[in-house]
């Protein structure tokens, strides 16, 4: 059975600075690995998707790492903004068709400080 | 492309009453999941469409819950008998094909009462 862990549950940081979100998975057997953003009472956002051929991928001030072999996935966030402030999750499907249901982790919880 | 739609959006119930969300998916993907989510918990998966066809139902999907794709459009999902565990937010995503990526709706709240 996949678990999928993200750590820390909670982040503050001041306005401006770098930071990385940490997610990890016991069943390395993944098609891809999605993250996602959800304000308080929303839907999810979907940030960026990275297949589990690739090992980056980078949109705007985001970019998602996929170490596959160790179970790891990194979102870095550039030059963090108060309007950054949600919480993040990640979430992978099982490689094999037919079992395409996405397993979540419980978030990372991010507050910028302005 | 207007995303993925979800109606009601709230909906408060006693307990014992049956209650009836719906989904509308972005038009053309063929690939539609139900998920649940519990305060401070990631969603969990509920059942997934293909077109009209439903592919998996997660064990969380008691003989209470049942879900619907007439015609492989709009689904619904109805919750019967509802219990104050049944109150969370159920969340629906669809996909253009298989494990692409999901592009999830605003979620249903449901407090039950």
């Known amino acids: 059975k996949q678990e999928v862990t993200q750590i820390p549950a909670a982040l503050s940081v001041p306005e401006g600075e770098n930071l990385v979100l940490n997610c990890s998975f016991t069943?390395?057997?993944?098609?891809?690995l999605q993250w996602f953003r959800q304000d308080p009472g929303k839907g999810l956002t979907s940030l960026l998707l990275?297949?589990?051929?690739?090992r980056e991928q980078t949109s705007g001030r985001l970019n998602a790492s996929l170490d596959k072999s160790s179970g790891r996935s990194t979102l870095y966030i550039a030059a963090s903004q108060p309007g950054d402030s949600a919480t993040y999750l990640c979430?992978?499907?099982?490689?094999?068709?037919?079992?395409?249901?996405?397993?979540f982790g419980t978030g990372t919880r991010l507050t910028i400080i302005p | 492309d207007t995303g993925v739609s979800q109606n009601p959006r709230h909906k408060i119930t006693k307990r014992g009453q049956n209650v009836t969300f719906r989904c509308d998916p972005i038009?053309?993907?063929?690939?539609l999941y139900w998920y649940r989510q519990t305060l401070g918990q990631g969603p969990e998966f509920l059942t997934y469409?293909?077109?009209?066809?439903?592919?998996?139902k997660s064990r969380l999907l008691s003989d209470r819950f049942s879900a619907e794709r007439p015609k492989g459009s709009f689904s619904t999902l109805e919750i019967q008998r509802t219990e104050q565990g049944d109150s969370a937010m159920y969340l629906c995503?669809?996909?253009?094909?298989?494990?692409?990526?999901?592009?999830f709706g605003p979620g249903t709240r449901l407090t039950v009462t």
């Open positions: 469409f293909q077109n009209e066809a439903q592919l998996e």
């Open positions: 069943d390395s057997a993944i098609y891809n």
């Open positions: 038009s053309e993907h063929n690939r």
């Open positions: 995503a669809s996909s253009p094909r298989p494990l692409d990526e999901q592009y």
């Open positions: 990275i297949q589990s051929s690739q």
């Open positions: 979430a992978v499907p099982l490689s094999n068709f037919g079992n395409e249901k996405l397993t």
